[in-house]
């Protein structure tokens, strides 16, 4: 069951967080440079899910930006300098606003994000005051017609199962002190 959960949210969680990606990339980018925001995105317009359609930011121009930032900070690094800001110079403005729009689009997905984990420990949270307030976790005992079911001795720290006078599993014996409600 838990695998199950986990290939659903990588499932859903992937394309989710790529679209709130796009969508905060290319909001951020349309509001401040709609000129530069018509040359950088898709022809297409995607949605995800009931989620309104988005034209994000085309990744192969993206990816040649990206590129000729990794190109110049490589050739800085040659000459011993390793100062970012003397990277983002060798781009032209329309592709520093791009770049600049990608990197507000990430932190926008991440702290987008970041809320799923605290609704996730909020209800985990009220389940634990639910179940102190009804004295606990009690586990249901399902019994069905004519099976046979192993309940233990608490004396003796055998298994016996009901009905058949026999024990089913002995334990080892407990330590001296010990108590049955403490283990």
Partial sequence: MGGIGMMSGGMLGGPGLGYAK??????????????????????????????????????????????KLA???EKLAESGIYDPKLALERLTPEERWVHDASIQGDR????????????????????LIYFRSIGGYRAVHLEGAGLATEE?????????????????????????????EGR
């Fill in 152 to 180: 233990p001795d608490l004396q003796s720290g055998n298994i016996v199962v009901p009905g058949s006078g026999g024990v089913a599993a002995r334990h080892a014996p407990r330590k001296s002190g010990a108590s049955p």
């Fill in 22 to 67: 796009d969508r905060f990339a290319s909001a951020q980018l349309e509001s401040a440079h709609p000129a530069v925001y018509a040359e950088y995105r898709v022809a297409e317009p995607r949605g995800w899910l009931f989620f309104r359609e988005v034209a994000a930011l085309d990744g192969r121009k993206l990816g040649d930006v990206q590129t």
């Fill in 71 to 73: 190109k110049a900070r």
């Fill in 108 to 127: 926008q997905t991440l702290a987008a994000d970041a809320v799923i984990p605290a609704v996730m420990a909020l209800i985990f949270f009220g389940l």
